[in-house]
């Protein structure tokens, strides 16, 4: 159950540094993925812990709950994802083919198709319903660290610890580089609309691409340090970030400003998430929390 912070802000305390979290689509679900490599679902209506979910014999990097909320897909350094029942936490099946770390898992927007990034290099698209693989998406130097579809399902961008972002189209397999970055880039999200990308980095900023015209249209500049997730608000003119610097920063989309910086962690923020209405963000940490900030 979440305990109230100093500033009245519900904080849920957890037993490892916590990797991941993410709501369900229709806000009543909060999962989060633990370095312990369980896995803690609550109930949004009074935070209360519903399942924990066993399976993974390594730290949980990424937890992500398919479209309709059915399921829960989980990416972990033990080179496994696994599909769960989010209604009875049982383990549905397991998707073997990485031969690394897992770092990154989601779901297509029709919930018919898993991708996963790996430290092995590649980015793999699984038949969510029988835990085939049915493409491989080669082309990083270094470990793949992160994943996104675009709201159609016709591309998947992908992120990678040489610095470099890719753009798939799934139906060829054709693949355009997006250069700029200075640093490793730890995370990468489309905007609701499918018509950006925004991409998280060690060199301290964000960067805002045109995907169409595949170009950087603004960078965000304001972390002190390398900045490790991000995440759009769900109508699209807001984004949230969170960095090694302990902080998360709400930016105005349209202008690349910061409108507010929500401080309480005491270690670096791991993953962000907003609610579906948009009237929450979640932040976990290192500092083994998740905070709740109010927006």
């Known amino acids: ?10 904080v849920l305390t957890e037993d490892s540094v916590v990797s991941s ?5 229709d806000g009543e679900s909060f999962a989060v993925g633990l370095d312990s490599g369980t896995i803690n679902v609550y109930k949004t209506s009074n ?6 979910l066993h399976g993974h014999t390594d730290s949980v990097r990424r937890v992500a709950y398919s479209p309709s909320g059915t399921q829960i897909a989980s990416a972990s350094q033990d080179t496994t994802v696994k599909l769960w029942d989010s209604g009875t936490g049982s383990l549905l099946r397991t998707l073997d083919g990485h031969m690394d770390w897992v770092y990154r898992v989601v779901y297509s927007p029709h919930g018919k198709h898993v991708a996963s990034a790996s430290d092995d290099m590649t980015v793999l698209l699984w038949d969510a319903d029988t835990g085939d693989c049915i493409q491989t998406l080669p082309g990083h130097n270094e470990g793949a660290v992160s994943v996104a579809y675009s709201p159609s399902g016709k591309q998947v961008a992908s992120a990678c610890g040489d610095h470099s972002i890719l ?4 139906a060829t397999g054709a693949c355009q580089a997006l250069p700029g970055h200075t640093g490793r880039v730890y995370d990468i999200s489309y905007s609701p609309q499918g018509d950006h990308l925004a991409s998280a980095s060690e060199d301290r900023t964000i960067r805002l691409w045109d995907v169409d015209a595949q170009a950087c249209r603004y960078m965000f500049y304001g972390h002190e340090s390398g900045v ?13 970030s969170g960095g090694m610097d302990m902080t998360v920063r709400l930016w105005d989309v349209s202008t690349a400003t910061c409108s507010r910086v929500l401080k309480g962690h005491s270690g670096p923020v791991m993953s962000i998430a907003y609610s579906p209405k948009g009237k929450h963000v979640a932040s976990s940490s290192a500092d083994k929390t998740v905070q709740l900030w109010d927006l």
């Not at 935070?47 to 924990?52: A, L, P, V």
């Not at 490790?228 to 949230?240: M, N, R, V």
């Open 228 to 240: 490790i997730c991000l995440a759009f608000s769900p109508k699209g003119d807001q984004l949230a």
């Open 1 to 10: 159950m979440a305990t109230p912070h100093h500033d009245g802000q519900p």
């Open 21 to 25: 979290c993410a709501y369900s689509s």
């Open 167 to 170: 753009i798939w189209d799934i």
């Open 47 to 52: 935070w209360e812990k519903t399942w924990t």
